[in-house]
């Protein structure tokens, strides 16, 4: 995540960097540094962030497991914690998860593959028409 994404973010939840900071346990400070590109947006920040915004209005409604869209195969998704808890709209927010055929335990390195995704995209597109 970059820091005018975060901004995207920020604003999609009406949030002032100050509110933000409170409701990700952080400070105003590094709110603010993070969108000024000062300071890289931390993994805890990012999932936190992430998930707020997947939890407002209309886009946790959206049913799209990713086993059904990556056509994953029994054995494979049997394995997968996403597929096990039964939530596969949140598979990008959990470690672990089996994406082409491998887990993955790296943050960092998932994203990479979670904004790829149809999943992940279909959830987040909102940002790119602001």
């Not at 960097?17 to 890289?40: C, Y």
């Not at 990713?66 to 994953?72: D, L």
């Not at 335990?105 to 602001?130: A, G, H, I, P, Y």
């Amino acid at each position: 995540m970059d820091n005018s994404e975060f901004i995207q973010f920020r604003n999609y939840l009406g949030k002032t960097q100050i509110q933000l900071a409170h409701l990700l346990g952080t400070s105003p400070r590094t709110i603010q540094s993070v969108e000024q590109g000062w300071r890289n947006i931390s993994i805890s920040l990012e999932r936190q962030l992430l998930l707020l915004v997947f939890s407002k209005g209309s886009l946790r409604q959206k049913n799209r497991d990713c086993w059904k869209i990556q056509k994953c195969p029994r054995k494979i998704k049997r394995n997968c914690p996403a597929w096990e808890f039964k939530i596969g709209n949140l598979c990008w927010f959990i470690n672990g998860t089996i994406c082409h055929g491998q887990i993955q335990q790296n943050w960092r390195e998932k994203m990479k593959l979670c904004r790829q995704c149809e999943v992940f995209t279909s959830l987040f597109s909102f940002t790119k028409d602001d």
